[in-house]
Structure formats: structure tokens, C-alpha cells
């Protein structure tokens, strides 16, 4: 099993889909990656050398905002936009949807699932 940048990647599964484990790579930069240092997309990580697992690092850390660096950047960038009062930092700030997307139905992963009635008391059989 491969450790690249504190992820442990499936060793039975193939390179191209093992990167995308690591957050912050999807499938097409996996595969530019993988272009870059001349790797076949469809070998499995059991099949990696140490030379070729050290030349993905390499890449990685000089080319690519990766797991907790970008989970700090997205962070800030949200921060920021809520201490300028912006309409989507304001949304950010009451956790409703930002992107134009209507409220009055739908929106429930943004809202929480919605309660009908407040500490109704059912009444007492006789």
C-alpha cells in the first residue's frame, strides 16, 4: 500500500483511479500526472516502484494544492468572504444554498431536514 501525501491509496486498484483518493485530484489531473512522469494509467499501485512512487510525490508537492493545504485555503477563502459581508459569505454565514438555487422546496442538505410540529403532545388514550 502507497502513502502519497498522508493518504493510504488501494493497492488493488489501478494508479489513475488511486490518485483521485487524495483530495483535491480528480480523474484528469490523475491522468495529466500520470502523462507527465510517463506512467502507464492502468498499472496497480502494487505494481509501483519506489523510484516512481518518489517522482509522484515530487510532483505533487511542487505542482498541486493538495488535502490539508487546500482544506485550509477553501477555508480562508470562505472566511474571507464572510468577513467582506458578500451576498454568498452572508448565505455561507445562515447556511442556505448560494448559487441561485431556490428554497421555498428543496435545499434540505443545506437546511436540514425540516420538523413539522414543535413539542406537539399527543393525547392521553382513555
Known amino acids: ?18 490518485l483521485t483518493y487524495i483530495y483535491g485530484i ?7 500526472i500520470l502523462d507527465k ?15 516512481e512512487i518518489v517522482k509522484l510525490r515530487s510532483i505533487l508537492d511542487a505542482e498541486y494544492r493538495i488535502e490539508g493545504d487546500l482544506r485550509r ?15 454568498r459569505g452572508k448565505r455561507h454565514r445562515i447556511g442556505l444554498p ?6 421555498r422546496t428543496n435545499a434540505r442538505t443545506r437546511r436540514g431536514t425540516k420538523k413539522t410540529m414543535a413539542n ?3 393525547a392521553p388514550k382513555k
Open 73 to 87: 485555503f477553501e477555508t480562508l477563502n470562505i472566511k474571507r468572504l464572510m468577513e467582506i459581508n458578500s451576498y
Open 1 to 18: 500500500m502507497a502513502r502519497i501525501a498522508g493518504v493510504d491509496l488501494p493497492k488493488n486498484k489501478r494508479i489513475e483511479i488511486a
Open 120 to 122: 406537539k403532545k399527543k
Open 37 to 51: 512522469i510517463n506512467l502507464n494509467p492502468d498499472t496497480k499501485i502494487s505494481d509501483l516502484q519506489d523510484q
Open 98 to 103: 448560494l448559487r441561485g438555487q431556490r428554497t
Open 26 to 32: 480528480g480523474l484528469s489531473s490523475s491522468q495529466k
